[in-house]
């Protein structure tokens, strides 16, 4: 089963022009562009979870508000995964390119079979998708994705964005 969405939306901010992390906040993924195994009718619920980017290629969840602590992937029939807040800590396989050209460059953040351990789900809703008997300890991996990211000022004006 895959599940894939076009689009994420999110914001982090730094009054440092040099960081070694930044934590994305108010994130979310458009309901219209998810889909699973090709179908619409995904929603991604990330319960206030933020995500921290690491300039070492790691990627971690933070700051979830929800009582279970979970971002939530809800499928049309009411199957219900949870990816636990912990079981995204320190992930490996993020790779940041700069593009564009001096003073119009930004950052590809780049996600690279990233495996996530420990996402659960809601049991017989989920039967059909998955089979039954496996609602714990299941593993993800996000296997391809880039998301462009804009230095901006708290003006709105763009500004130059670069990784070393």
Known sequence: MSFTCAEL???????????????????EYPEAGCKVNGSPGVKVDMNGCNYVFKSVGTVSVTGCTNAAKAIEVTIT???VFSIPEASVSNLTGIVYHTIGTTPNREVTVETNHVTINGITNNGAPCDALIGAG????????YTTGNT?????????VMKDAWFE
Do not use: D, F, P
Not at 9 to 27: I, R
Not at 134 to 141: D, K, M, Q, R
């Open 148 to 156: 462009i990211v804009t230095g901006e000022t708290s003006a709105g």
């Open 9 to 27: 939306k999110g914001e982090g901010t730094t009054a440092a022009e040099t960081v070694s992390e930044v934590t994305v906040e108010k994130l």
């Open 134 to 141: 496996h609602s714990s300890g299941l593993v993800g991996t």
């Open 77 to 79: 029939g009411g199957c």
